[in-house]
Protein backbone atom coordinates (compact mmCIF):
# COMPACT_ATOMS: atom_id res chain seq x y z
CA UNK A 1 0.00 0.00 0.00
CA UNK A 2 1.17 3.32 -1.30
CA UNK A 3 1.61 5.92 1.29
CA UNK A 4 -0.20 9.69 0.52
CA UNK A 5 3.23 11.27 -0.06
CA UNK A 6 3.80 8.04 -2.81
CA UNK A 7 0.75 8.44 -3.95
CA UNK A 8 1.01 12.17 -4.57
CA UNK A 9 4.35 11.98 -6.28
CA UNK A 10 3.59 9.09 -8.57
CA UNK A 11 0.59 11.32 -9.72
CA UNK A 12 2.30 14.32 -9.91
CA UNK A 13 4.42 12.02 -12.47
CA UNK A 14 2.31 11.13 -14.88
CA UNK A 15 1.25 14.30 -14.92
CA UNK A 16 4.39 15.77 -15.45
CA UNK A 17 5.30 12.84 -18.10
CA UNK A 18 1.68 13.66 -20.43
CA UNK A 19 2.90 17.47 -20.33
CA UNK A 20 5.91 16.49 -21.78
CA UNK A 21 5.17 13.95 -24.33
CA UNK A 22 2.44 16.98 -25.18
CA UNK A 23 5.08 19.29 -26.17
CA UNK A 24 6.69 17.20 -28.96
CA UNK A 25 3.49 16.99 -31.68
CA UNK A 26 5.06 14.14 -33.23
CA UNK A 27 5.24 12.26 -30.60
CA UNK A 28 2.16 12.74 -29.11
CA UNK A 29 0.70 11.61 -32.01
CA UNK A 30 2.50 8.27 -31.86
CA UNK A 31 1.83 7.73 -28.38
CA UNK A 32 -0.72 4.54 -28.08
CA UNK A 33 -3.99 5.85 -26.49
CA UNK A 34 -3.29 2.98 -23.60
CA UNK A 35 -0.56 5.00 -23.00
CA UNK A 36 -2.69 8.06 -22.62
CA UNK A 37 -5.35 6.63 -20.39
CA UNK A 38 -2.34 4.94 -18.06
CA UNK A 39 -1.19 8.07 -17.28
CA UNK A 40 -4.40 9.79 -16.97
CA UNK A 41 -6.05 7.05 -14.46
CA UNK A 42 -2.97 7.33 -12.23
CA UNK A 43 -5.15 8.49 -9.23
CA UNK A 44 -7.89 6.13 -9.79
CA UNK A 45 -5.64 2.77 -9.47
CA UNK A 46 -4.59 4.08 -6.09
CA UNK A 47 -8.41 3.76 -5.24
CA UNK A 48 -9.05 0.97 -6.84
CA UNK A 49 -7.09 -2.00 -7.04
CA UNK A 50 -9.01 -4.00 -9.40
CA UNK A 51 -8.42 -1.33 -11.85
CA UNK A 52 -5.00 -1.19 -11.83
CA UNK A 53 -4.63 -5.11 -12.22
CA UNK A 54 -6.21 -4.46 -15.34
CA UNK A 55 -4.13 -1.52 -16.80
CA UNK A 56 -0.97 -2.64 -15.70
CA UNK A 57 -0.80 -5.96 -17.64
CA UNK A 58 -2.60 -3.95 -20.72
CA UNK A 59 0.06 -1.51 -20.90
CA UNK A 60 3.03 -3.89 -20.20
CA UNK A 61 1.81 -5.41 -23.46
CA UNK A 62 1.05 -2.65 -25.25
CA UNK A 63 4.24 -1.11 -24.56
CA UNK A 64 5.77 -4.29 -25.99
CA UNK A 65 3.70 -4.04 -29.07
CA UNK A 66 4.53 -0.39 -29.85
CA UNK A 67 8.40 -1.15 -29.22
CA UNK A 68 8.10 -4.49 -32.22
CA UNK A 69 6.10 -1.69 -34.11
CA UNK A 70 2.49 -3.02 -33.80
CA UNK A 71 -0.16 -1.84 -33.33
CA UNK A 72 -2.52 -2.09 -29.62
CA UNK A 73 -5.96 -1.46 -29.94
CA UNK A 74 -6.60 -1.04 -26.17
CA UNK A 75 -7.15 -3.39 -22.86
CA UNK A 76 -10.50 -4.59 -23.69
CA UNK A 77 -8.18 -7.18 -26.43
CA UNK A 78 -7.00 -9.15 -23.05
CA UNK A 79 -9.74 -9.85 -22.62
CA UNK A 80 -10.78 -11.61 -25.26
Known amino acids: ?23 DPELANVVPETVWHFLSDADIRFKDSRYSIVQLPALATCLAAW ?12 QR
Open 67 to 78: ERGLDFAGPETL
Open 1 to 23: MATPAERDSVIADCVALKANIGL
